[in-house]
């Protein structure tokens, strides 16, 4: 089986069992990273494309691991071979923190308001990447939001701040206030995310009540100028509703102004728990569609360094998956 049709169906399946014996550090760590729940994941690469495995107990995909890191991944009789990879914090090769686990809004997608975890303090976040320091290239930043979008803001900048005495590249994905793009960049980050999550204004106000869609557009429109095409990402869930052809359009308007879209196979959690998750052939048209759309602009995500574009286990990404 090609690389591209296993991952569409382990994505679509949303997750793997796990037989034989996994070597060190290859569980993602469940706290400290996005999407932080659930019993945990492991990465296999075939050297060049990944994918995150959520550990399950039934379902039809399977991973035969070793403790050399060396593992096959199977699927319907098909086996492809590959290695787990060693994790940083929530993902291979990055320290990646949510600086804020708890969130006063509630999009409706998302797992955070659930956790109300406390914020993690400055000297928490540097004893995280000092914990992972030997085996990351890169730091990312999210949070939700504790008391208000501005406060967030400010607290993740003190973050960044102390967090560049490691001297690795920065990345950052909060939302955002208006002045964020540039306060990030004159701090040295050097990727943003900022993320649309639907592929329509109207779907974003059913899914992320009480956020504006237009800050978030108007963020990528000024980041793009700071941090340079390729280095700017937005997150669009695919599966919360959208046609095709909204999904189309918001891949056309993102690659339009510059942004790297990140097409997320929406997670079938908190409520949403209920939704389907969205099949291999979407999936697959979707990420065919923005290869032809980044090969027309000239530009893609191959150049991240930092956060799901450099990443990529969630999601097909034209770069490196097709
Ligand atoms: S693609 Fe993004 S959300 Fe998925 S594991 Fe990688 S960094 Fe985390």
Not at 241 to 267: F, H, K, Q, S, Y
Request: proline share 7%; with cysteine; hydrophobic share 40%.
């Amino acid at each position: 089986m090609q690389w591209t049709r296993m991952k569409e169906e382990v994505l679509a399946a949303g997750g793997c069992r796990v037989r034989g014996r996994l070597p060190d550090h290859a569980i993602a760590d469940s706290t400290a990273g996005p999407g932080a729940s659930g019993s945990g994941a492991v990465f296999f690469s075939n050297g060049k494309g990944r994918v995150r495995l959520p550990v399950t107990d039934e379902g039809p995909i399977t991973l035969l691991a070793r403790p050399d890191r060396r593992a096959l991944l199977e699927y319907a009789g098909q086996v492809i071979a590959g290695e787990v990879e060693p994790v940083g914090l929530h993902c291979p090769r990055q320290a990646f923190i949510t600086v804020t686990p708890a969130c006063r809004f509630r999009c409706r997608y998302c797992t955070v308001p659930a956790q109300e975890e406390r914020r993690r303090s400055i000297e928490e976040c540097l004893a995280l990447v000092e914990g992972v320091r030997d085996r990351v290239e890169a730091i990312a930043l999210t949070s939700g939001i504790a008391e208000s979008v501005e406060e967030e803001e400010d607290y993740v900048c003190d973050v960044v701040r102390a967090l560049g005495r490691f001297g690795l590249p920065i990345g950052v994905s909060i939302f955002p206030a208006p002045d964020t793009p540039r306060r990030l960049h004159a701090l040295g980050v050097v990727e943003v995310k900022f993320n649309l999550e639907t592929a329509t204004p109207d779907l974003f106000e059913r899914y992320c009540p009480g956020l504006p869609y237009d800050r978030v557009l108007g963020a990528l429109a000024s980041s793009v100028p700071l941090f340079g095409r390729g280095h700017v990402f937005s997150n669009v869930i695919i599966g919360l509703g959208e046609t095709w052809t909204e999904l189309a359009d918001c891949i056309d308007l993102l690659v339009g102004m510059g942004v790297v879209p990140v097409l997320r196979p929406l997670n079938p959690v908190a409520e949403c728990r209920d939704c389907e998750r969205p099949g291999p052939d979407l999936l697959d048209r979707a990420a065919r569609h923005l290869k032809a759309k980044l090969q027309e602009a000239g530009f893609d995500g191959s150049g991240a360094v930092t956060m799901c574009a450099a990443c990529t286990g969630c999601d097909i990404a034209p770069w490196r998956d097709l």
